[in-house]
């Protein structure tokens, strides 16, 4: 049987990238989406024309069991979630939705077809417990928001799917993702949004520190996950930079690229009860298990982000806050 993958989510910022990989790797690939943010257009040429497009609501467990059925995947992606924190935190029965009973109905729609053969599951290193050090897969897990705990019990669910029926599980605790293409207003398209607009930036807590990797490598280590999950049974892997800087830091960093000079105004709408001070990866098992690191240094992901900040179907802050409250 040829190699046949289906993305969820695979329109969106990482999700886009990783089904132009799988296609460049010779999988028949379909995209479930439901086009709420991203867009088909997101993936590359030539790889967008060669890809099923198939457009349903992950929560909707009926739809993705006929989806899945249809297409007869052999692996499993599960990329779509809601993981803008503003929005998780003003709207939490969206976020458990989503990313909780979401996951619930792709995995129970992926064990009733014998074709799947691994699930990869898109997790976060919000799941582990604040600590100032770098977190490897052993280190207690113990979240600080909402978001988090949907990861948590997403990775619960996908460990008793596993122990289920026995179909390989990757899961990758990814950290902070940058590149060209955004769909969501994150720091980084936040501060290109802001410099274009003028010199004067409002944004939150500049003080915490975090581990950027570029958007290629995540989707590049996801690809690496699905291949690979087998050999494990269930497999969880970091995926991140090894890096931390502040946001004080990544605006100076783009403020340089982009040539100009920029002053800064704490904006007290922006900060956030549940900032942790530092979130950093240990990728050793990555590394191990996967031949796996990241290989794209931060100034070139702010460059390509400079080039390319937003995607067909970017939310930008004022249509998310409309967003939210309508999905209320």
């Given amino acids: 049987m040829s190699r046949r993958a289906l993305v969820t989510g695979g329109f969106g910022f990482v999700g886009s990238k990783l089904s132009a990989m799988l296609v460049e790797r010779g999988y028949e690939l379909a995209v479930l989406d439901d086009l709420s943010v991203g867009s088909a257009a997101n993936v590359a040429e030539p790889f967008a024309d060669r890809i099923s497009t198939l457009v349903a609501d992950i929560r909707n467990l009926e739809e993705v069991e ?90 619960e669910l996908a460990t008793y799917f596993h122990r289920s029926t026995s179909t390989p599980v990757g899961i990758a605790r990814i950290f902070n993702v940058v590149g060209p293409g955004e769909t969501n207003p994150h720091l980084l398209p936040t501060i290109i949004e802001q410099i274009r607009d003028g010199a004067e930036l409002r944004l939150g807590n500049l003080s915490t520190r975090r581990d950027y990797v570029f958007t290629d490598d995540v989707a590049r280590g996801l690809l690496l996950l699905g291949e690979r999950c ?33 002053t800064v105004t704490p904006d007290p709408a922006r900060f956030r009860e549940s900032d942790r001070p530092v979130l950093l990866s240990d990728c050793s098992l990555a590394r191990d298990a996967l031949g796996w690191r990241a290989e794209t240094p931060l100034a070139r992901a702010v460059e390509a982000a400079l080039a390319q900040p937003f995607a067909a179907g970017y939310v930008t802050e004022e249509r998310r806050s409309a967003l939210d409250r309508t999905s209320r």
Avoid: M
């Avoid at 899945?68 to 709207?91: D, G």
């Fill in 66 to 155: 006929r989806r899945i059925a249809e297409f007869q995947p052999t692996a499993v992606f599960h990329l779509a979630a809601v993981h803008f924190i503003p929005t998780c935190e003003t709207n939490p029965t969206l976020a458990v939705g989503v990313n909780v009973t979401g996951t619930q109905a792709v995995l129970e729609a992926s064990s009733r077809n014998d074709s799947v053969e691994a699930v990869v599951l898109a997790s976060s290193g919000a799941v582990y417990a604040p600590d100032e050090g770098a977190h490897a897969e052993t280190a207690t897990v113990g979240p600080s928001d909402i978001y988090g705990f949907t990861k948590v019990w997403a990775e």
């Fill in 230 to 262: 087998g050999e494990y049974g269930l497999l969880t892997c970091n995926l991140g930079s090894e890096s931390a800087i502040s946001g004080s830091d990544l605006v100076e960093l783009v403020a340089r690229a982009a040539g100009c000079e920029v």
